[in-house]
């Protein structure tokens, strides 16, 4: 794969899970990568990890510094927590709002001048849950939704500055959030029990690997996607194609 031969790319969240295989996909089709994590990462080949916090915009400026050019930012930087508006206390929802939603933003402001100089792509990593929810998830259903708005906004602020911006919604995705989320809600079930329940409620009958969201990210980061921008792309298994109505056997 040479998709990203010569070009600089900023992931956020780049330590783990989605955006450790976001950046795995941009090094092997060429990239050099500037991995974001407030976790440590261990050493990677073309790839320079930093510590940075989402919610600091000076902390990402001073990655963007150290830049000559920027091709690609990947926002993969999220969190959960689980609660409904009445159970969910202002820290929670602050955590939540701050690094789901304000971290893009902050992202996009910091990367934007460099991202301008020569053109690029943002693509953001929302959710299924910016269309659809379930109970008690009612700051992380909020986020991912203001998320998909935000990128609409930038795809629109930015197109003639040649920066195209999208956003993924993927179901559920193997990585250590889902594996956190189903210690929390497995009850007697083994994780792989409750991780295998959760892949039957998508349509294709199982979870998603993180490499394969990956891919749609790489997809719309590279020149094949040079006509797609504000727009929203499932990576979700069928998971919304469906209405909860079975008709009996
Ligand atoms: N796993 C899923 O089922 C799933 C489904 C839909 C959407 N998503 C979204 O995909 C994104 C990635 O999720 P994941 O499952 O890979 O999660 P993960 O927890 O496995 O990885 C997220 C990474 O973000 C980092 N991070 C958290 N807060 C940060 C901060 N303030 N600054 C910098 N880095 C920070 C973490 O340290 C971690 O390395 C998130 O936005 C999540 O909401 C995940």
Redesign the pocket.
Known sequence: MTDFEGKTALV??????????VVARLVAGGARVVS????PQEPRKNVTTAT????DLAQLQAVVADLDRLDVVA??????RYGTVEDTTEEAWDEVL???LK?VYLTCKAAMPLLKARGGAIVV?????AFASQTRVAA?TA??AALNGLVRSMALDHAADGVRANVV??????????R??ADLWRGSRTQEEMIAEWGRSHPLGR??R?SE?AEMVAFLAGDRASFVTGAEHLVDGGLLAQIPVVLPE
């Open positions: 956020t969240g780049g330590a783990d899970g989605i955006g450790g295989a974001c994590d407030v976790k940075v916090d989402v919610r926002t993969c930087a999220g969190v959960q701050d690094i789901n971290g990593v929302s959710s299924v849950q992380y986020s991912k919604c993927p179901g559920s995705v193997d990585t250590p959030m889902l956190w989320a979870v998603a993180a969201v």
